[in-house]
């Protein structure tokens, strides 16, 4: 059952096998495979539950102020700000993303063997989950006929200019294009946690708590033995005065790579003698180019994320569609006043297209500082090769939208924001850009900040995901991974929930 803000009429004070603590990626798939081997099973969220028909209205702003953290304008401190946007709904981001569903690149893995002693997790294993999870999500590439004409003209561009090039795979079934993935599906078409894990963990008996907020894991004698937490108003984050009581015999945590760590650290750096919990943020960053052309591009319609170009991905770097509507693609544009009014008005005819770059050298942290509240400090630099590799991306953007006949593109990097002409490009190419120069960057994929490993003085989990420090405590989520993924990380973070959940399957049924 789904117990709903306006259930909860008093304390609420239970025990179960295992609870939950998040409802994303990570923590949805582990409930429904734990309570489909009869486990009873409990998950807490501290988000609101949206109705598809009522609240997936196609209204961007109110979508923000109700379905994302902060309202959507999350931001990384450091150089340069970037912005990360994190979902608090029900179904975790995975109801307000794209809907990409990718396999993580062999070499990820390989260096997970290699420099995090991981190499319990096989290939092999890992491709049979993937393979399962790809059935049961309705995982297939995207339409060309719904994908949208920016996605059509971006890759008619790549063609053109001779790249590897190619349309996503999506947990998505029978998309109707409305272009609007990251404000919720309105047709229910994308599988995200919501619509899939969650209600399949519901009729398999797992009871699920929104609006709930997590405050503390209690443990007794080295091992995790419940939780306690509070319910609040999921729009003001302000209490209601009703409490909850969790006794478990495994406690999970899930709440993504910004509000795992946070969780620990707030409460006196639990399972931290590695002292890396927070620490090793990757966010997979991103640049976009917007394009004007002649024709009508009709944006947002179409779906946002459906193609893709991966010539240079064994140098970290990927394209990926990324329309959005108006409100939000006013955001990639510099300028203001009527500069910006201007070239606003031409907006059905432009399209946007983002990068994603693997850090590799760039340094980031999640940190609680004092009297921050709920509201945890991310510290982020982009560094180095990672620098070059954005610059790479947005001259390779610019030239594929030329090939498409683009007048004119506009660019995130100072002193170039605007290029029209081969000259113009020739300067971006050779200048010589700093983070610093770099406008609008954004982020969607933070990882690492509870990483797995075979050290416990170099990572905070085991491969199995369990706590180095706190017997029957699993953290299973983004930040459970070591490294980025290389590409969108949601299936990968739903394999290792998958796998994990058979390791909680075996404590539970060797302390029966």
Request: aromatic share 8%.
């Amino acid at each position: 059952m789904i117990f709903n803000l306006d259930d909860i009429k008093g304390d609420v004070k239970r025990s179960a096998d295992v609870v939950i603590i998040g409802s994303g990626a990570g923590g949805a798939p582990l409930a429904k495979e734990l309570s489909g081997e009869g486990y009873s099973v409990i998950l807490v969220e501290e988000g609101a539950k949206f109705d598809r028909e009522k609240d997936f209205n196609l209204n961007p702003t109110q979508s923000f102020m109700r379905m994302y953290r902060d309202a959507g304008q999350t931001l990384t401190l450091g150089v340069p700000f970037v912005l990360l946007p994190l979902g608090k709904t029900l179904g975790g981001t995975t109801t307000i993303n794209s809907g990409t569903a990718l396999r993580m690149l062999r070499p990820i893995l390989k260096k997970w063997h290699t420099f995090h002693g991981l190499s319990d997790i096989t290939e092999e294993e890992l491709n049979l989950l993937y393979a399962h999870l790809e059935e049961y999500l309705f995982v297939q590439r995207a339409d060309p006929e719904v994908a949208g004409p920016v996605a059509r003209t971006f890759l008619a561009g790549a063609q053109k200019l001779g790249l590897s090039s190619g349309w996503l795979p999506r947990n998505a079934k029978e998309c109707e294009g409305y272009g609007t993935c990251v404000f919720g599906c309105p047709s229910g078409a994308k599988q995200s946690m919501d619509v899939s894990f969650i209600p399949d963990a519901v009729k398999n008996g797992t009871d699920v708590y929104t609006c709930c907020r997590a405050a503390k894991i209690t443990t007794k004698g080295g091992k995790a033995t419940g939780m306690t937490g509070f319910f609040v108003d999921p729009f003001t984050g302000k209490k209601t005065g009703h409490k909850i009581e969790l006794e478990a015999r495994v406690v999970v945590l899930s709440g993504g790579a910004i509000y795992t760590p946070f969780f620990l650290l707030r409460q006196g750096g639990l399972a931290n003698s590695s002292g890396q919990v927070g620490r090793n943020l990757e966010i997979h960053p991103c640049v976009q180019v917007v394009s004007l052309m002649d024709e009508p591009m009709n944006p947002p319609k179409g779906i946002p994320q459906s193609s893709y170009v991966d010539e240079f991905k064994d140098e970290g770097v990927t394209l990926e569609g990324g329309t959005v509507p108006p409100e939000i693609h006013a955001l990639a544009l510099t300028g203001a006043g009527n500069k910006h009014a201007a070239l606003m008005s031409s907006y059905p005819n432009m399209g946007l297209f983002g990068a994603m770059i693997s850090d590799t050298d760039s340094w980031g942290r999640v940190v609680n500082l004092p009297r921050s509240g709920y509201s945890p400090t991310m510290l982020y630099m982009l560094k180095g090769e990672d620098v070059r590799k954005a610059k790479l991306s947005t001259l390779l953007m610019s030239e594929i939208w030329f090939a498409a006949g683009a007048r004119k593109v506009f660019t995130p990097f100072a002193g170039h924001y605007e290029i029209s002409s081969p000259r113009d490009m020739k300067a971006l190419e050779q200048s010589k850009v700093r983070a610093a120069d770099i406008y609008a960057m954004s982020a969607y994929h933070p990882v690492g900040t509870c990483r797995m490993g075979g050290d416990p003085e170099s990572s905070v989990v085991k491969h199995t995901c369990e706590t180095w420090d706190v017997e029957d405590l699993y953290i299973c989520d983004g930040s459970a991974l070591p490294t980025s993924a290389g590409v969108n990380p949601q299936l990968t973070i739903m394999a290792i929930s998958m796998r994990c959940a058979g390791f909680i399957d075996d404590r539970l049924s060797n302390k029966k």
